[in-house]
């Protein structure tokens, strides 16, 4: 599974982005997608989590409330709204997968086999 996320870029506090991640291959429905973020300086963090059939969705509590994941199995995407966002929430966003992870180990970096690249997302106060 290849991916690519797109969307990000410069907004002022208080206002929306939408991630997207485009995935290759003919098993988007069968992958688990997240999406962690890593801001400069700091370790990779965990963001949101949505499951296969998209009816589990976790998040992380920084983020809960604010932002929304979602997936279209039919086009072999995921996406992430990002709304109310703040200086904080600056960081490079990517997407993940894996076929297999277990509820456990969602929040876990190391857990998802397959990584896009980054988009970045800056948020101005």
């Known amino acids: 599974v290849q991916l690519q996320a797109s969307g990000g870029g410069l907004v002022q506090a208080g206002e929306s982005l939408s991630l997207s991640c485009a995935a290759s291959g003919r098993t988007f429905h069968r992958q688990t997608i997240g999406w962690f973020r890593q801001a400069p300086g700091k370790e990779r963090e965990f963001v949101a989590v949505i499951r296969l059939s998209g009816g589990s969705t976790y998040y992380a509590d920084s983020v809960k409330g604010r932002f929304t994941i979602s997936r279209d199995n039919a086009k072999n995407t995921a996406f992430l709204q990002m709304n109310n966002l703040r200086p904080e929430d600056t960081a490079v966003y990517y997407c993940?997968?894996?076929?297999?992870?277990?509820?456990?180990?969602?929040?876990?970096?190391?857990?998802?086999?397959?990584w896009g690249q980054g988009t970045q997302v800056t948020v101005s106060s």
């Open positions: 993940v997968a894996d076929p297999s992870i277990i509820l456990s180990s969602v929040r876990v970096t190391r857990a998802y086999e397959y």
